[in-house]
C-alpha cells in the first residue's frame, strides 16, 4: 500500500525565506531596502492578524512592510486617491490591497489602479496579461505557491494531466496558464463538471490534482489516482478545525506527495508574497526599457 509523502508548506516555505533573506541582505548593501504597504479599509479583526503575520515574514527576509489602515467608510474614489499617491512614491516597491473589501468598493476596479510594477498580488490585468506570454516575474501568490509545491517534487510536469478544480480569478485560472507553461496537459473543473457528473472521471485520471473549492471531502480518496501529486488548496473550518478539499487520511493512501491543511499551501503563499515584492523591488531598479 502507497503512502504518500507529505509536503511540508512549511518547511518549503522556510527555504524560501531564507534564500529571500540572503537577496536582501545583498541589495540592503547598497542602501536599499525593499518596501510594500498593505491597504486595509476597515478595522476588520481578522485583517489585522493577517497582517501581524505577513508582517513577521517581510521583517525576517529585511523587507519594509507598512499599513495603511483607512477608515471603512472610505470610498472607492478615496481608495484610487491612496492608491494613487502609494504608485507615486518612489520609497514604495509594492502595493497590495486586504481582501475580503467592504461591499460598496469594486476590487477589481481598484486594483487595476495599482501600477503593474507595484502590483505585488500580481493580479492586475497587465501581470494577468504577461502570465498569458510565460512572463511570470510577478505572478499570483497562490498559483506560484502550488506550482513550487508541484516542482519541489521533482516531478516533471511536461505531458502529464494535470486537473485543477476551481476557475477563480486569483487561483485556478492563473494556476492554468502557469501549468501550461510547463507543457502539461491543463482541464480546468467547477461547478458546472459536478452538475454535469463529470468530475469525478477528470479527478481519476490526473496525475497532478490541484483542488481550490472551499469544500471538505469534496475529493474522495478513492478518486485520486496512484501515485498523483495532490495540492488542497482549499482552507475549510469544520467544527473548530481547519481542513482542506481533499480526504486527508484516505488519499495519502494513494498519492505520491499531498500537501496537508494547514502547513501546505497556506505558508509557502505568503513566501511567494515576499519574493513579488523583491522582484518589484528589482523590476523598479532596472534601467527602463
Ligand atoms: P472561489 O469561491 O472564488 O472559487 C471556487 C471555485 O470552485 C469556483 O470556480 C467554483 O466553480 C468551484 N466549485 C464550487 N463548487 C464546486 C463543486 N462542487 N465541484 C467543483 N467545483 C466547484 O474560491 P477561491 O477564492 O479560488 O478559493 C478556493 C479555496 O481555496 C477556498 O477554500 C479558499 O479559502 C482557499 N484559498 C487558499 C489560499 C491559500 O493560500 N492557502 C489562497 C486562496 C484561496
Known amino acids: 500500500m502507497t503512502i504518500a509523502q507529505i509536503l511540508d508548506g512549511t518547511a518549503l516555505a522556510k527555504k524560501f525565506k531564507d534564500a529571500l533573506r540572503e537577496q536582501v541582505r545583498h541589495l540592503r548593501q547598497d542602501g536599499a531596502v525593499p518596501r510594500l504597504v498593505n491597504i486595509v479599509v476597515g478595522n476588520d479583526p481578522g485583517a489585522c492578524a493577517y497582517a ?107 505531458g502529464k494531466e494535470a486537473v485543477v478544480i476551481g476557475q477563480s480569478e486569483i487561483v485556478g485560472k492563473p494556476l492554468s496558464l502557469l501549468l501550461l507553461a510547463q507543457d502539461a496537459t491543463v482541464t480546468v473543473c467547477h461547478l458546472a463538471t459536478s452538475q454535469a457528473g463529470q468530475l469525478v472521471g477528470h479527478i481519476e485520471r490526473a496525475d497532478i490534482l490541484v483542488v481550490a473549492v472551499g469544500k471538505p471531502a469534496l475529493v474522495k480518496g478513492e478518486w485520486v489516482k496512484k501515485g498523483a501529486v495532490v495540492i488542497d488548496v482549499g482552507i475549510n473550518k469544520v467544527g473548530t478545525e481547519i481542513v482542506g478539499d481533499v480526504e486527508f487520511e484516505k488519499a495519502l493512501q494513494r498519492a505520491s506527495f499531498l500537501t496537508p491543511v494547514p502547513g501546505g499551501v497556506g505558508p509557502v503563499t505568503v513566501v511567494m508574497l515576499m519574493r513579488n515584492a523583491i522582484e518589484a523591488f528589482k523590476i523598479q531598479k532596472e534601467p527602463r526599457k
Not at 529585511?62 to 499599513?67: E, K
Not at 483607512?70 to 486617491?81: F, K, N, P, R, W
Not at 504608485?87 to 476590487?107: F, L, R, V
Request: hydrophobic share 40%; proline share 5%; glycine share 6%.
Open 52 to 158: 501581524t503575520a505577513q508582517k513577521k515574514v517581510a521583517e525576517y527576509i529585511g523587507i519594509q512592510y507598512d499599513l495603511e489602515i483607512l477608515a471603512g467608510h472610505t470610498s472607492q474614489q478615496e481608495l484610487i486617491e491612496t492608491i494613487q499617491r502609494l504608485n507615486s512614491e518612489i520609497s514604495i516597491h509594492g502595493i497590495m490591497i486586504h481582501k475580503p473589501i467592504a461591499p460598496h468598493i469594486d476590487y477589481r476596479v481598484v486594483a487595476n489602479h495599482v501600477v503593474p510594477v507595484k502590483d505585488l498580488e500580481g493580479i492586475n490585468v497587465t501581470n494577468i496579461g504577461k502570465m498569458m506570454l510565460a512572463d511570470t516575474r510577478i505572478t499570483p501568490c497562490t498559483p506560484a505557491a502550488v506550482m513550487e509545491l508541484i516542482l519541489s517534487t521533482g516531478v516533471n510536469l511536461r
